[in-house]
């Protein structure tokens, strides 16, 4: 999984989705919305999540690497 991954995972008993956004170790930090206030005061649309709790649901599309692009031509 990367960043940018959509995901689902249990918290609090409740199933939510959401986007990675900052790989960690063995974790990932999720942000999701929740209709819940309790929730959504708990944990501000934010989440530490271990990679092993997670499960993937769409994929990030891939970004190219132009290494051309680092090169430069002098004429």
Known sequence: MKI???????LEGKDFTGFI??????SFMITFKSDDADITDKYHDR?????????LIKAAPETETDDDAETTDDK
């Open 4 to 10: 940018g991954d959509q995901v689902s995972f249990k």
């Open 21 to 26: 956004d900052k790989a960690y170790q063995n």
């Open 47 to 55: 989440v530490v999540i271990n990679n092993k709790k997670l499960k």
